[in-house]
């Protein structure tokens, strides 16, 4: 039964290709680019391909950690997914708990900017000289006004003094 179960798969795959049901596509089809990928592979209507918008990264850091883009700035489309990686260092030799706070310069790109997948959305628990790359998905809104041509995303990384780093599944309780 197992052997059997296992070879439905591929079955079930060219049933949904055909049918085009329940599609199983790779990322790169929905035109995700990360730094530095290629264009999208399928158009996008949603994708304003008349306009390029330049989006530059910050980075700051308060504490021990160093924290930086991998890549200064990218050039997109609005309505189009991309993706930047941010990477930090923990120099400390003891587990630290961090969290960062974006910003966004012009203000009236804040409402335009969505990230979908953000290191900043939760704390980060860095082991002593962890080393971490960090993912940003995001997509500026094709209604961005047309007179904002460059974006800057800036994040502030800093340590969150008296949190007490999640130890195999148990919290330890903080000192007050």
Do not use: W
Not at 6 to 26: Q, R, S
């Amino acid at each position: 039964m197992f052997g059997f179960g296992y070879a439905l798969v591929p079955a079930y795959k060219a049933i949904c290709e055909i049918t085009g049901i329940n599609v199983v596509t790779n990322k790169n089809e929905y035109g995700i680019r990360a730094f530095g990928a290629q264009k999208p592979a399928k158009d996008n209507s949603q994708v304003d391909l008349t306009r390029t918008i330049t989006i530059e990264f910050d980075s700051n850091t308060k504490g021990p950690l160093r924290f930086r883009p991998v890549k200064n700035y990218m050039e997109i489309h609005p309505g189009e997914l991309n993706q930047i990686m941010y990477e930090v260092v923990n120099e400390q030799n003891i587990t630290i708990v961090a969290q960062a706070i974006p910003s966004y310069a012009p203000k009236v790109a804040t409402g335009h900017f969505t990230k979908i997948e953000c290191f900043c959305f939760s704390q980060q628990t860095l082991q002593p000289k962890e080393s971490r790359q960090m993912p940003v998905l995001f997509v500026v809104d094709k209604n961005l006004p047309k007179d904002v041509k460059t974006i800057t995303l800036s994040y502030t990384f800093f340590e969150i003094q008296g949190a007490t780093p999640v130890v195999r599944g148990e919290v330890k309780p903080s000192k007050i």
